[in-house]
């Protein structure tokens, strides 16, 4: 049977990894690259890098970070952040990633998701919603790292976005992130239901049973994570080992 | 030995090509992995591998665009009898036609079509993406292509499945709601579901054993 995914997400600014990383063994817990192939060997199931660099000049070294990961690690690898044009699509794929992630070019032009998804295929564009409770059973997309409300409503976005193509839905709770109290179930779950496509759940992540939480309560088909990761609190396998006593089915 | 990874515009091959000269690099063997759109020198290959993602339309098109390959691909793999091997899209150009946006014919070296998954579970979430446990067909016989993984997942995304008329073909399948033909295997030709590029340490063994493999 097809298990549950435990992803974990680099945030990466200038080409050095944000909140480095605490491995054991790793010398340079800010190279992308060192990190990515700890997360192989510890057998994440997909790796996810965000890319937060805000100057232009800077944007182009994500390209050689992804392409130097795509030849060590034989491993699904999602890239995003500041994707704006089918160019930066394009130039993403090529440099190895295998999925790219769309976020406020998405909210500002949904079409965008139809053109990406007819050119590469809907199994490479990801749509990354982000999104806050403003009412009970009623969230908002929120744009500019949570600060911009924009009155689009996250699961009605969720599904037109699918429909226009999208393969697959990168779902964070705003209202949880950095807070280490869990995901937003009733979010993740309204969307994760309303959808035919995978909904990877992000945002919140403080301890294990918020992973469990995420797939059981939430329906998500994948869990992302970063903190508890990178510092070194939790392993891949403990993480994994800790859903499968859960009950819930996990590739070891 | 001469590998020959036919580039015709369908997705990076890069970590592709890579994987297979780890692949090759740990196995002891020596080759040469070349990315190429030349009907020539995949004519003249050791081995081939035909990869692919997007939709059938676009990859049958992308291959038959490049003057002289499907002859070249034909040659090699039914005239000289070299090892092949199709991974995703790339396994599916091997079926008689595929029924995405339309009916579009395929390479027709596998009898069979590609349909749509459709779970009759709406938990069950299209595309079928992430990990999957093959399990092996073939009644005991296990191919010489899955042998000694090491690992029982494989890394899978797609919409669309390959389902051949012999079931004979299917060497190991995936359960999710269904069946769904995992690998494919006649003669001298091998196709792969999965991507055992991306599937990690099985991946690379599954690699490793194409490379040896001598049907």
Known sequence: ?252 | MKLAIIDYGSGNLRSAQKAFERAAYEAGLAATIELTDKPEIVAEADRVVLPGVGAFSDCMRGLTELPGMIEALNDVVHKKGQPFLGICVGMQLMATRGLEHGTQQGLNWIEGDVVAIEPSDPALKVPHMGWNELVFDGGGTVHPLLRNLGADHAYFVHSYHFVPTNPDDVIAHVDYGQQLTAAVARDNMLGTQFHPEKSQTLGLALIANFLKWMP
């Open chain 1, 1 to 252: 049977m097809l298990k549950s995914r435990l992803i974990p997400c680099l945030d990466v600014k200038d080409g050095r990894v944000v909140k480095g990383v605490n491995f054991e063994g790793l010398r340079d817990a800010g190279d992308p690259v060192a990190c990515a192939k700890a997360y192989d060997l510890a057998g994440a199931d997909e790796l996810c890098f965000l890319d937060i660099t805000a100057s232009h000049e800077e944007r182009a070294i994500i390209f050689d970070v992804v392409r130097e990961t795509a030849e060590h690690c034989f491993m699904p690898l999602t890239v995003g952040g500041g994707v704006r044009t089918i160019e930066d699509v394009r130039k993403l794929l090529l440099a190895g990633a295998d999925k790219v992630s769309i976020n406020t070019t998405a909210v500002k032009n949904p079409d965008f998701v139809r053109e990406a998804s007819e050119k590469f295929g809907s199994q490479c564009i990801v749509v990354a919603i982000d999104a806050k409770t403003v009412s009970p059973g009623k969230w908002e997309i929120f744009t500019h790292g949570g600060r911009e409300p924009t009155g689009i409503d996250a699961v009605e976005f969720a599904q037109k976005v699918v429909a226009l193509g999208a393969g697959e839905i990168l779902l964070t709770s705003m209202d949880r992130d950095g807070t280490r109290a869990g995901f937003n179930l009733p979010l993740t779950r309204a969307v994760s239901d309303a959808v035919t496509v995978p909904v990877i759940a992000s945002g919140g992540v403080g301890e294990l049973d918020h992973l469990v939480a995420g797939v059981t309560e939430g329906h998500a088909s994948a869990v992302l994570a970063a903190s508890i990761f990178h510092f070194g609190e939790h392993t891949i396998a403990q993480a994994k080992q800790h859903m499968i006593d859960a009950g819930i089915p996990m590739r070891l």
